[in-house]
T-cell receptor, first 109, second 114 residues
């Protein structure tokens, strides 16, 4: 069964304190790894898509990387506005995304 | 703003009732997906349509049904509602529904069943 596991469940950082979120997957035939940001009560907002091991993508303070077994979302010098739940999802080409349970990030000023 | 719209934003109803949720995909997208998000289950895929036809089914209950119309908007019908159906329902859209392209999510409909 396809499974996506995210860790930690929750993370509290001080403003400027860099860290990484982990997404490990047991998805046979993974064809895409997606990162989304979700604010409370809102729809997931697309961040990155990664397709192959070794691929990296960056956007402002966020950088996503992919290996054969897991993906990392690195947050450099976070600000309070980066506080949100970060969701990882895998897709095997069967059209549905398999989501992890998310990491709730809180950045304190 | 993803370009995906959903109505209504909030819905409060009673057990046993039937409701319809509506979704309009991004301009140019042919595929629509429905997801349910509850506190204990996370985001769960329900069903996908592509250009009016059902493409894939996930954990969708028999009490739930969906369709996609010729103008590509989609509706999710939930009937014989139970307390446990209370959740956020999201619609997402993508260009061709191949599975490897990005899905863009709407703002969701929050359903509360009393």
């Amino acid at each position: 069964e396809d499974q996506v596991t995210q860790s930690p469940e929750a993370l509290r950082l001080q403003e400027g304190e860099s860290s990484s979120l982990n997404c490990s997957y047991t998805v046979s035939g993974l064809r895409g790894l997606f990162w989304y940001r979700q604010d409370p009560g809102k729809g997931p907002e697309f961040l990155f898509t990664l397709y192959s091991a070794g691929e990296e993508k960056e956007k402002e303070r966020l950088k996503a990387t992919l290996t054969k077994k897991e993906s990392f979302l690195h947050i450099t010098a976070p600000k309070p506005e980066d506080s949100a739940t970060y969701l990882c999802a895998g897709n095997t080409g069967r059209r549905a995304l398999t989501f992890g349970s998310g990491t709730r990030l809180q950045v304190q000023p | 703003d993803s370009g995906v719209t959903q109505t209504p934003k909030h819905l409060i109803t009673a057990t046993g009732q039937r409701v319809t949720l509506r979704c309009s995909p991004r301009s140019g997208d042919l595929s629509v997906y429905w997801y349910q998000q509850s506190l204990d289950q996370g985001l769960q895929f329900l069903i996908q349509y592509y250009n009016g036809e059902e493409r894939a089914k996930g954990n969708i209950l028999e009490r739930f049904s969906a369709q996609q119309f010729p103008d590509l908007h989609s509706e999710l019908n939930l009937s014989s509602l139970e307390l446990g159906d209370s959740a956020l329902y999201f619609c997402a859209s993508s260009l061709a529904g191949t599975g490897v392209e990005t899905q863009y999510f709407g703002p969701g409909t929050r359903l509360l069943v009393l």
